[in-house]
């Protein structure tokens, strides 16, 4: 398996902008997170689904974040409009229920966004 | 998401020597895992730990869930250039939802 693909690997926008950064989780995985990393703040979880529906959004900081699970395949992660706070890297993960070890859910390499 | 104080923040290490880490909350988990991050990658998982007082190794990885629930140790003996990177402590209690600390950078020298 190819993993966890997120795109792109790079981004910058300018303020004010609509972002989309995209994921496609392992194939056969049925739990999908979001988490944003800055030097701040560390890892911090925005969202995570369960066979495509949101279970806890808890984590997404306001209205400008939002995310998608259309299908088993994909997910996005959208702000509208991006602010210069949102700088950060994003990562996507995904596990499989009842798997060993399926906290140790499997990480994509993560999009590096940059709003100026 | 709970609160993870992990140290120390950074260190230097020898190549060859041992190396300790530890890992504290303020609340009750019952999973504790480690992380490695390396530059420009997602973190990876080195250690899962599901039951109190549970030491688990992963060659010469050895991981530690405390008697509390409360904190977590990893340690890396035998040093080696590769080990450098950003360890991280995570801890979950009945759900999904993994609370980070805010890592350990090693470096090592040669």
């Known amino acids: 398996d190819a993993g966890v693909i997120q795109s792109p690997r790079h981004e910058v926008t300018e303020m004010g902008q609509e972002v989309t950064l995209r994921c496609k989780p392992i194939?056969?995985?049925?739990?999908l997170f979001w988490y944003r990393q800055t030097m701040m703040r560390g890892l911090e979880l925005l969202i995570y689904f369960n066979n495509n529906v949101p279970i806890d959004d808890s984590g997404m900081p306001e209205d400008r974040f939002s995310a998608k699970m259309p299908n088993a395949s994909f997910s996005t992660l959208k702000i509208q409009p991006s602010e210069p706070r949102d700088s950060a890297v994003y990562f996507c993960a995904s596990t499989l229920e009842g798997f060993d070890n399926n906290y140790g859910y499997t990480f994509g390499s993560g999009t590096r966004l940059t709003v100026v | 998401g709970q609160q993870l104080n992990q140290s120390p923040q950074s260190m230097f290490i020898q190549e060859g020597e041992d190396v300790s880490m530890n890992c504290t909350s303020s609340s009750i988990f019952n999973t504790w895992l480690w992380y490695k991050q390396d530059p420009g990658e997602g973190p990876v998982l080195l250690i899962a730990?599901?039951?109190?007082?549970e030491l688990t190794s992963n060659g010469r990885l050895t991981a530690q869930f405390g008697i509390t629930r409360k904190d977590s140790f990893l340690n890396i003996s035998a040093s080696i250039p590769s080990d450098v990177g950003i360890y991280f402590c995570?801890?979950?209690?009945?759900?999904?939802?993994?609370?980070f600390g805010a890592g350990t950078t090693v470096t090592v020298r040669a």
């Open positions: 730990l599901y039951k109190a007082g």
């Open positions: 995570a801890g979950a209690f009945n759900d999904y939802k993994l609370s």
């Open positions: 194939s056969g995985h049925d739990y």
